[in-house]
């Protein structure tokens, strides 16, 4: 089986461009960044000073840390706009659901909507 993407260098067969995907520098560079991250979400969680603000920050920190990974591990950045779409779309919907079950469950009973 001949290798396609060679055959068809980088453009692709209908010659529209194919963006380069990143280096492994800047793979390291990720990971780097990564394991930084991590470490102070670790450190946040054992510095009591901290405590009120635990959720929140550690939310945004894992957040971020997702968007990187998605981004640049799985190529979302340089790949086909749809491949982003097929990502994106099921998971704002997911989101969705999640906060109107947590609002649903949580947040209205507390105002005796359910009584």
């Known amino acids: ?6 055959a068809h260098g980088a453009h692709g067969a209908a010659g529209e461009h ?23 979400e670790v450190a946040i969680f054992y ?5 009120p603000v635990m959720v929140p920050a550690l939310l945004t920190l894992s957040a971020a840390k997702f968007l990187l990974v998605v981004l640049y591990y799985m190529h979302l950045k340089v790949d086909h706009p749809i491949f982003g ?23 209205l009973p507390k105002y005796g909507v359910f009584s």
């Open 47 to 51: 510095i009591d000073a901290l405590a």
């Open 18 to 40: 194919q963006p380069e995907h990143i280096g492994w520098k800047k793979y390291v560079v990720i990971g780097v960044i990564l394991t930084v991250v991590t470490g102070i």
């Open 85 to 107: 779409r097929v990502f994106w779309a099921p998971l704002f919907l997911a989101v969705l659901v999640v906060t109107g079950m947590v609002i649903l469950f949580k947040v």
């Open 1 to 6: 089986m001949a290798d396609t993407h060679a």
